[in-house]
């Protein structure tokens, strides 16, 4: 159970739920927008590279949302003295964190796609980490 809610914990940090200072680098959303429009040329790979962005601003709310859900029913099971392991474990089970883990890294590989070398070197650049 401990090692269900620390990978929940990280993809939290990873999508930028719990404010973990990688989310900006890994999946990056609204800065996107703003850094591809100076730096691609070719409009339909700076749309393209915009949609990755939405997608991941998408991702990052339903993820917020889950996690909001899971966190109020995790202290509901806190604070009953009767609450057994098999009860946070399917707190945990609900997160799906491997199935949020693949979409996180897919959207990082499709943003990818659309940047060449010095692109994605200067839009992360630009990007700011939380702390």
Not at 19 to 28: D, E, F, H, R, V
Not at 46 to 75: C, I, M, Q, Y
């Amino acid at each position: 159970m401990l090692i269900g809610t620390l990978t929940a914990l990280l993809i939290g940090a990873i999508v930028g739920t719990s404010g973990g200072a990688g989310a900006s680098q890994l999946l990056p959303g609204d800065e996107v927008n703003e850094g591809v429009d100076d730096l691609i040329d070719d409009e339909e790979r700076r749309e393209r590279a915009k949609g990755v962005a939405e997608d991941a601003n998408a991702f990052r709310a339903a993820t917020n949302e889950a996690f909001s859900a899971l966190a109020a029913r995790f202290a509901e099971l806190t604070d009953d003295r009767s609450t057994g392991a098999a009860d946070f474990e399917a707190v945990v089970a609900e997160l799906d964190a491997e199935a949020r883990w693949s979409q996180t890294l897919d959207l990082r590989y499709r943003l990818k796609n659309e940047l060449t070398e010095d692109e994605w070197t200067a839009l992360y650049g630009r990007l700011t980490v939380p702390e």
